[in-house]
DNA sequence: ATACAAAGTTAGGTTAATCTAACAATATTT
DNA sequence: AAATATTGTTAGATTAACCTAACTTTGTAT
């Protein structure tokens, strides 16, 4: 099936959603604020894919991906996130500037292209975040992940990857001294404000709550 | 200055047309049947780019690039051939599969992109086609060059770009056994019909002449 | 120098993707 | 259960990129 740029965005939005919630079903004003655009702009794109087949909903009704428009969905992130990868391992970028341009390239439509990247990047498992990326058969290696902020005093564990996406965030992380893979020594946890003390090669740092609920980790 | 796709098409249009007449001043209907519109759909877009100083030009008069115009629409083409040269070189594309993949790569906006991919590349003067590679600077490489067509027998010389550009014709040079730089012996010439009699790699190939006058060749 | 042909323009219409403003349905609170 | 808030839908408008059909200008040939 042949999409629209704007189609894609929207079946890639529904799928994200649900990732990131846990929750199946998904309503159309938090798909149009995660699109930034206004409900009734979601409303009549929601209208057209439920005639393409590509989603599940009725009028006020729950918004669901059908397998079809699941499996589109899955192919997008795959080659966003084969585009990171791209850009971090063989163009020299930085984490924090691969989003930007994988958004545009995830758009290119060659099957060719994304096969041939995959194999020119050695089949890799994860993106420069640490999220997986889907294989071929739009499997995802999905591994359960804790975010720094469930650990506690004494802990010791392992970032995995980010949940937050945003250039300065991924910037700030850099500058505590983090990236994927490091290993985290939880130090102590301020009760009041729930700032938490880390140790990462040696060095100490404070970070807030907020920013410890974007860093996934795995324990030790 | 930032442009639509669409724009952006219009403005490689008139440089390739340029490029290819020789002559500077293009008309409506040549625009169009470039990009496969309709006179009235680009005499539309071209009040669009007029006002935006990209093109010159007044009605029933001829169209001309402005510089800025011409300078965007020479990125576009630098862009182009890079994402060529990066599917045949790195992803194994052949040369026949590139150019419809990179007719949408041409639009990727990052400047960082182009430049990282360059020096990837290596600094690449030419395209799988043979055709020149705009560096950063926008300057091209035009180096003269003659149709084998033109060529007369006794004559030796070395492919080194095609004029078209499309599958079907790239696969049948393939198939007679030419490539570029490959050196070329003119056998002979049927008076008649202008058939060419030619030596490649030792193997003789008999080629018409509208397939003599899409090989560019200079003599040895 | 007309007449005809080719080239270019305008007017008015369509579709995709967006918006605002008004309205309807559902969920939550008192 | 009623009132209120939240969520979702509809109607009508806009913009970009396209179209067809009719028209105008320019170029060519008799
Ligand atoms: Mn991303
Ligand atoms: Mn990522
Ligand atoms: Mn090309
Ligand atoms: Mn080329």
């Not at 194999?119 to 058969?137: M, R, T």
């Not at 991924?170 to 009041?192: F, H």
Request: net charge neutral; glycine share 4%.
């Amino acid at each position: 099936m042949l999409l629209s740029y704007t189609e894609e965005n929207y079946l890639k939005a529904l799928l994200k959603i649900t990732f990131d919630s846990g929750v199946e079903k998904v309503g159309t004003n938090e798909l149009a604020s995660a699109l930034d655009v206004k409900p009734a702009t979601a409303n009549d794109m929601l209208k057209k894919l439920k005639e393409k087949m590509l989603v599940d909903y009725k009028k006020y009704g729950k918004i669901n991906l059908t397998s079809e428009g699941k499996k589109i969905a899955i192919e997008i992130i795959r080659k966003h996130r084969l585009w990171e990868t791209f850009l971090y391992q063989k163009l020299e970028f930085s984490w924090d500037e691969v989003h930007e341009v994988a958004e545009q390239l995830e758009h290119i439509q060659s099957q060719k292209l994304v096969d041939k990247l995959d194999k020119f990047l050695a089949y890799p498992e994860f993106d420069p975040h640490g999220d997986p990326i889907p294989n071929s058969k739009g499997e995802i290696k999905i591994h359960y992940k804790k975010t720094l902020s469930e650990m506690t005093p004494g802990n010791t564990c392992k970032m995995v990857a980010v949940k937050d996406n945003s250039s300065p965030f991924l910037q700030y992380v850099v500058k505590v001294g983090l990236g994927i893979n490091n290993e985290i020594n939880i130090i102590s946890i301020q009760e009041y404000d729930l700032m938490m003390v880390i140790e990462v090669n040696g060095q100490q740092s404070t970070v807030s709550q907020k920013f410890a609920e974007n860093i996934y980790v795995v324990n030790k």
